[in-house]
């Protein structure tokens, strides 16, 4: 796989930190979860093929294992605000002199550096703050966050893990590592610059939900069919436009306004609204499959899997739990990403092979152990 050899510590977070190594493992890396201490399970649900190693930071000794560690890692991810890593004493500074190839992700809300530096927040707030969530939403209603999938994930785990991938290529010229500098607020706004560029070329002129890709042109927004379900319309193009009326049994009707029409906006969003409402989600599958309208059904996490593409494509996995979840994307043909397990790991269940290929002795381990310094999960055994 793309990044086997690569050995990264991730220090134990929520939603993005795990994502960015989610993804470096599905690539082939060796990633090994920092786990806290006297917990009898994680919330991280994205640690497929991880390994996990229980350590007290609280400890001295336990902050010298993870120094040990990272003197022997290519990257290492850490989810804390600014200047707890230096409290612990292990501080990039000294990490890189203690290995100076070391690739050292920062992953914070707001960045390393600010006014809101030391800020608690959410995906909400760095959306907010980015600029991206004033420009979502329906007209005349408030601002709608689309779960926590922009910064969370898009501007934080999946933009952290390409900052990390072109850290590791640029150290195959220089030979050293640095520090990064990944933050929810920029990313999720480096994800949306889409959104700068068109704004003074018509396409987000218009207020909130408006425009052409907001839901404000009735050719490109969800339909409620008559089973209760949705379809989703897509069709901006006039080409993809004229297939969607044909569907729609509209082709012959002289009155229909014309696609770029906005005045007329209302009156086609209602015509497609009682013409969507007459068929089940099934029916209109049936009719659009194939057909270049760019209309497709919504589905669920439930319903996606079983989709007749999806199911060809074969991407979807089922995880020793029994879970469907999303493969790796995107995929490489000669090193493709695998998961080398679907299961997610038990706290401290590696400790003791991720410290022993460290250099620990199993008499050293025992000690960490008695003094609370490490734990020792159930299937990790000396």
Request: overall charge negative; charged content about 25%; some cysteine.
């Amino acid at each position: 796989m793309a990044l086997k050899g690569i050995r990264v510590i991730e220090l134990a977070g929520l939603a993005p930190v795990p994502h960015a190594g989610l993804i470096l493992a599905d690539f082939g890396a060796n990633v090994v979860r920092i786990d806290r201490v006297r917990q009898a399970s994680s919330m991280d649900r994205l640690a497929r093929g991880k390994m996990s190693v229980a350590v007290n930071l609280k400890k001295q000794e336990g902050v010298s294992v993870l120094r040990k560690l990272c003197k022997q890692a290519d990257v290492l991810i850490e989810p804390f605000r600014p200047g707890v890593l230096e409290k612990m004493g292990l501080g990039p500074k000294l990490l890189l002199e203690d290995n100076p190839r070391l690739v050292i992700a920062r992953l914070t809300g707001f960045g390393q550096s600010g006014k809101y530096m030391n800020m608690a927040g959410h995906d909400i707030n760095y959306i907010a703050t980015s600029g991206v969530l004033g420009m979502l939403g329906r007209p005349g209603e408030k601002p709608h966050a689309p779960h926590n999938l922009l910064a969370d994930f898009a501007g934080g785990g999946l933009t952290c893990a390409f900052g990390i991938v072109a850290a590791l290529l640029e150290r195959t010229r220089s030979g050293k590592g640095q520090v990064i500098d990944a933050n929810m607020l920029e990313g999720s706004a480096y994800v949306g610059s889409f959104l700068w560029a068109t704004k003074d070329v018509g396409l987000l002129s218009q207020p909130r939900g408006t425009n052409l890709l907001d839901g404000g042109a009735p050719f490109y927004d969800t339909y409620e069919t008559s089973d209760g379900k949705y379809m989703a319309v897509g069709a901006l193009e006039p080409q993809f436009y004229q297939e969607l009326i044909q569907g729609l049994g509209l082709a012959d009707d002289a009155d229909f306004p014309s696609q770029m029409s906005r005045d007329e906006w209302p009156v086609m969003r209602s015509k497609f609204t009682q013409i969507f409402a007459t068929k089940t989600r099934a029916e209109w599958t049936e009719i659009f499959d194939g057909k270049d309208a760019c209309v497709t059904p919504v589905l669920t996490l439930w319903e996606a899997p079983d989709h007749p593409h999806n199911k060809e494509r074969q991407y979807f996995l089922e995880t020793e739990r029994g879970v469907i979840e999303p493969g790796p994307a995107p995929r490489l043909t000669r090193t493709p990403a695998l998961p080398s397990s679907t299961a997610q790991p038990g706290i401290g269940q590696d400790s003791v092979e991720v410290l022993k290929e460290a250099g620990y002795s199993e008499t050293e381990i025992t000690e960490l152990n008695a003094i609370g310094a490490i734990e020792i999960g159930d299937s990790s055994k000396l």
